[in-house]
């Protein structure tokens, strides 16, 4: 068997490559807590919303004693309900999200908030935004004929302001 | 030897293939211009999404396989010395491939199916396109078995001797195929066909795309793979060279073959229905599978400098000058070769899952893959094509300049349709919508890349016209004869005997099955494990 030393030597710089980029994910996965969406939480999306944190009442804002916000979110052709959304800047947020119907994907643009809705499975994301102004949040899968037509509002405003609002329930309910 | 029916065969499946492949193109430029916006009365969502599922099937499904399975017959043949192993059942192959073809043709192109090329449950298509596309694979499957029969019959009568590169590489895109199939087959068997005849009510939607997931890599490979076949064995006996290394060769077919299995998750690095230790682990595996491309990268273009050097190429970067650019194997392996890397560079953000975070589910998507599928694989089919049809119809090229002309133009126009989709992508534009008018700012800035998109589309479907134009010419209307033979190119320090794990599959078709049992054993196994809830099926 014949390998020329050139080539082993590249094939060794091409283990490198690899070897560098997979530490530096592995590195930021196990110290820095970077993860894929992945919460695996089965629901029933035929009934979610009927009772549970799901039920129309309970979608849009939640904010805990310490200031951590929950953002329930119900995907559906062909709109994510609710549809306009206020948050703060910097501040820890977990989105909450179900499809009540076929897949849909979520994205806003030029963000890492991002995840897949799979009917029958929550979808989870934790991430802070980090600049005020008004985002669209984006079906990036495709989901039926309205796909293009699915979006709604997310607006950022900054933490002092927020605080001063001293946001009781968000704006879950209006249209 | 006489291999009429052989050459028969193999021009078959290559004109299914072509004609796939341009009725696909005409479809993409429809939808590039449908999507801009810019034209009032052409207009139309179903139509939209029917073109983009008939698109991608057409391409994906129909163009490679059917290429891929010509292409095999003829290089098992000529390769091994050997007549195709049992014609009646090749055919049959052929028949049923193609009866699937038109089985799921008729629920796509009526607006039945636009479920694009992915099926995505619970989005319902006819059962008449589960069940077209089934047997195309299942036809597959005959090409599958006619392959190892020859490779089988080839290596009882030469026990010590290595098996002819190009046959090697054939017999591992067959071994890799049946392997990635299975994926797939289990979605559709037990999944989509119950579901949409109503035998079973709902579908598990997590387990679908995990199926999907097992499938959806490693055929990218299995598209691939012709196209490396013409890296290694084709090429270097166009460019006047010789193959840099056989063994090396081997060892990234085996590589490909056993990684690209395993890494199925990295389509699901968003998804909610698998945790993230298995993520990462397939992410591990994705970076992995870089190094057989890495290996190829360097041995085809050591390959082509011998080449230079031996057409009096000097200095540094002489040979490359020195290259007979005007062969279009040649001319095709360069422009490939160029939009792997750029497609690569893709490739590695879409790995690195903070930075997929970004660009997930995006333009950008398409994007990539048009670089490398429709950019790298497909360029080099055409310069196959070019390289068999006179072999194949016994005539000579109608035009060569025009195949010159043909793949420069692709590489153009290439080029031009993607660079904005990238652009896009980082703009956040999702992908597959059938119009771009948001109620927002930000999707004004779009607009320009939109228009950028249908030059580099019209300039791609004016090239496959030429492709298609050149081919039929050939065949149907050129007079003279020829009588060459496809050559293959010989190793610079010529192979005697291998080590029988360059030489045969048995012991990694042990590793690939450990390794899936690993990577997707318990993955499969939660849905069984824990309650979950299917999907009714919706409508469009
Ligand atoms: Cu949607």
Same mark, same amino acid.
């Given at each position: 068997?014949?390998?020329?030393?050139?080539?082993?030597?590249?094939?060794?710089?091409?283990?490198?490559?690899?070897?560098?980029?997979?530490?530096?994910?592995?590195?930021?996965?196990?110290?820095?807590?970077?993860?894929?969406?992945?919460?695996?939480?089965?629901?029933?999306?035929?009934?979610?919303? $009927?009772?549970?944190?799901? =039920?129309?009442?309970? #979608?849009?804002? &939640?904010?805990?004693?310490? /200031?951590?916000?929950?953002?329930?979110?119900?995907?559906?052709?062909?709109?994510?309900?609710?549809?306009?959304?206020?948050?703060?800047?910097?501040?820890?947020?977990?989105?909450?999200?179900?499809?009540?119907?076929?897949?849909?994907?979520?994205?806003?643009?030029?963000?890492?908030?991002?995840?897949?809705?799979?009917?029958?499975?929550?979808?989870?994301?934790?991430?802070? $935004?980090?600049?005020?102004? =008004?985002?669209?949040? #984006?079906?990036? &899968?495709?989901?039926?004929? /309205?796909?293009?037509?699915?979006?709604?509002?997310?607006?950022?405003?900054?933490?002092?302001?927020?605080?001063?609002?001293?946001?009781?329930?968000?704006?879950?309910?209006?249209? | 030897?006489?291999?009429?029916?052989?050459?028969?065969?193999?021009?078959?499946?290559?004109?299914?293939?072509?004609?796939?492949?341009?009725?696909?193109?005409?479809?993409?430029?429809?939808?590039?211009?449908?999507?801009?916006?810019?034209?009032?009365?052409?207009?139309?969502?179903?139509?939209?999404?029917?073109?983009?599922?008939?698109?991608?099937?057409?391409?994906?499904?129909?163009?490679?396989?059917?290429?891929?399975?010509?292409?095999?017959?003829?290089?098992?043949?000529?390769?091994?010395?050997?007549?195709?192993?049992?014609?009646?059942?090749?055919?049959?192959?052929?028949?049923?491939?193609?009866?699937?073809?038109?089985?799921?043709?008729?629920?796509?192109?009526?607006?039945?199916?636009?479920?694009?090329?992915?099926?995505?449950?619970?989005?319902?298509?006819?059962?008449?396109?589960?069940?077209?596309?089934?047997?195309?694979?299942?036809?597959?499957?005959?090409?599958?078995?006619?392959?190892?029969?020859?490779?089988?019959?080839?290596?009882?009568?030469?026990?010590?001797?290595?098996?002819?590169?190009?046959?090697?590489?054939?017999?591992?895109?067959?071994?890799?195929?049946?392997?990635?199939?299975?994926?797939?087959?289990?979605?559709?068997?037990?999944?989509?066909?119950?579901?949409?005849?109503?035998?079973?009510?709902?579908?598990?939607?997590?387990?679908?795309?995990?199926?999907?997931?097992?499938?959806?890599?490693?055929?990218?490979?299995?598209?691939?793979?012709?196209?490396?076949?013409?890296?290694?064995?084709?090429?270097?006996?166009?460019?006047?060279?010789?193959?840099?290394?056989?063994?090396?060769?081997?060892?990234?077919?085996?590589?490909?073959?056993?990684?690209?299995?395993?890494?199925?998750?990295?389509?699901?690095?968003?998804?909610?229905?698998?945790?993230?230790?298995?993520?990462?682990?397939?992410?591990?595996?994705?970076?992995?599978?870089?190094?057989?491309?890495?290996?190829?990268?360097?041995?085809?273009?050591?390959?082509?400098?011998?080449?230079?050097?031996?057409?009096?190429?000097?200095?540094?970067?002489?040979?490359?000058?020195?290259?007979?650019?005007?062969?279009?194997?040649?001319?095709?392996?360069?422009?490939?070769?160029?939009?792997?890397?750029?497609?690569?560079?893709?490739?590695?953000?879409?790995?690195?899952?903070?930075?997929?975070?970004?660009?997930?589910?995006?333009?950008?998507?398409?994007?990539?893959?048009?670089?490398?599928?429709?950019?790298?694989?497909?360029?080099?089919?055409?310069?196959?094509?070019?390289?068999?049809?006179?072999?194949?119809?016994?005539?000579?090229?109608?035009?060569?300049?025009?195949?010159?002309?043909?793949?420069?133009?692709?590489?153009?126009?290439?080029?031009?349709?993607?660079?904005?989709?990238?652009?896009?992508?980082?703009?956040?534009?999702?992908?597959?919508?059938?119009?771009?008018?948001?109620?927002?700012?930000?999707?004004?800035?779009?607009?320009?890349?939109?228009?950028?998109?249908?030059?580099?589309?019209?300039?791609?479907?004016?090239?496959?016209?030429?492709?298609?134009?050149?081919?039929?010419?050939?065949?149907?209307?050129?007079?003279?004869?020829?009588?060459?033979?496809?050559?293959?190119?010989?190793?610079?320090?010529?192979?005697?005997?291998?080590?029988?794990?360059?030489?045969?599959?048995?012991?990694?078709?042990?590793?690939?099955?450990?390794?899936?049992?690993?990577?997707?054993?318990?993955?499969?196994?939660?849905?069984?494990?824990?309650?979950?809830?299917?999907?009714?099926?919706?409508?469009?």
């Amino acid at each position: 068997m014949h390998i020329d030393p050139l080539e082993k030597k590249w094939a060794a710089i091409a283990l490198g490559i690899a070897g560098l980029f997979v530490t530096v994910i592995l590195s930021s996965a196990l110290f820095h807590g970077i993860h894929a969406p992945s919460h695996v939480e089965p629901i029933d999306s035929a009934s979610l919303h $009927l009772s549970g944190e799901f =039920a129309e009442d309970k #979608l849009g804002i &939640e904010e805990d004693a310490a /200031g951590n916000i929950t953002v329930r979110i119900v995907a559906g052709r062909y709109g994510f309900y609710p549809q306009d959304i206020v948050l703060p800047t910097d501040t820890p947020l977990t989105f909450r999200m179900v499809s009540q119907d076929v897949i849909h994907g979520v994205h806003v643009p030029m963000t890492n908030m991002s995840t897949m809705i799979v009917p029958g499975y929550v979808a989870e994301v934790k991430t802070e $935004l980090h600049h005020a102004g =008004a985002y669209p949040l #984006l079906c990036n &899968e495709y989901c039926g004929m /309205g796909h293009a037509h699915m979006w709604n509002n997310i607006k950022v405003i900054g933490k002092e302001q927020w605080d001063a609002l001293k946001h009781p329930q968000g704006d879950a309910s209006h249209e | 030897m006489n291999n009429t029916t052989e050459k028969t065969l193999a021009l078959s499946h290559f004109w299914v293939a072509f004609g796939a492949f341009a009725l696909a193109c005409l479809m993409g430029i429809y939808q590039v211009i449908e999507r801009s916006g810019f034209i009032g009365w052409i207009q139309s969502r179903e139509v939209y999404y029917a073109s983009t599922s008939t698109h991608g099937v057409l391409m994906a499904f129909v163009l490679t396989t059917f290429f891929i399975m010509g292409f095999g017959y003829y290089v098992a043949t000529t390769t091994l010395k050997l007549p195709v192993w049992n014609k009646t059942f090749a055919w049959a192959g052929f028949w049923v491939s193609l009866s699937g073809v038109v089985l799921a043709a008729l629920p796509l192109l009526t607006g039945a199916a636009s479920v694009l090329y992915t099926f995505y449950p619970p989005v319902q298509a006819h059962v008449l396109f589960y069940i077209g596309a089934t047997l195309l694979v299942v036809g597959s499957w005959f090409w599958c078995v006619s392959m190892i029969v020859m490779y089988m019959q080839w290596k009882k009568a030469n026990p010590d001797d290595p098996v002819p590169l190009a046959m090697f590489a054939t017999a591992a895109n067959t071994i890799l195929w049946l392997w990635t199939s299975a994926g797939v087959a289990a979605e559709m068997l037990f999944q989509l066909i119950p579901w949409a005849l109503g035998w079973v009510d709902t579908i598990d939607a997590g387990l679908a795309r995990t199926l999907f997931a097992w499938t959806l890599h490693p055929i990218v490979y299995f598209w691939l793979i012709p196209a490396y076949i013409a890296f290694y064995c084709l090429v270097p006996k166009q460019a006047g060279g010789y193959v840099f290394s056989d063994e090396l060769a081997r060892a990234s077919f085996i590589l490909l073959v056993v990684f690209s299995l395993p890494i199925g998750f990295h389509h699901l690095y968003m998804d909610p229905e698998q945790a993230s230790g298995w993520k990462l682990l397939h992410m591990v595996g994705t970076f992995v599978v870089t190094l057989p491309t890495f290996i190829t990268g360097f041995t085809v273009i050591a390959s082509l400098e011998i080449a230079g050097r031996l057409n009096g190429g000097k200095g540094l970067f002489g040979w490359i000058g020195a290259l007979p650019w005007t062969n279009h194997l040649v001319l095709a392996i360069i422009l490939a070769l160029l939009m792997l890397i750029l497609g690569g560079f893709g490739g590695l953000i879409n790995a690195s899952y903070a930075m997929n975070a970004m660009i997930h589910n995006t333009a950008w998507v398409p994007g990539h893959f048009h670089l490398i599928f429709g950019g790298t694989t497909i360029i080099m089919y055409f310069g196959i094509a070019y390289y068999f049809w006179p072999v194949l119809t016994g005539r000579p090229l109608f035009s060569n300049n025009l195949a010159l002309i043909q793949l420069w133009t692709w590489f153009i126009g290439m080029v031009i349709l993607t660079t904005p989709w990238h652009i896009l992508g980082l703009l956040g534009q999702p992908r597959r919508i059938d119009s771009v008018h948001y109620n927002n700012l930000l999707t004004l800035s779009w607009e320009p890349y939109e228009i950028t998109m249908i030059f580099g589309g019209l300039i791609l479907v004016g090239s496959a016209g030429l492709l298609i134009y050149n081919l039929a010419k050939t065949q149907f209307h050129v007079t003279e004869t020829y009588e060459g033979e496809v050559e293959y190119a010989e190793p610079i320090h010529p192979v005697k005997a291998l080590p029988a794990y360059l030489n045969s599959f048995a012991m990694w078709n042990w590793v690939i099955g450990a390794f899936m049992l690993f990577a997707f054993g318990y993955p499969v196994a939660q849905f069984f494990l824990m309650k979950t809830y299917g999907s009714s099926p919706w409508g469009y």
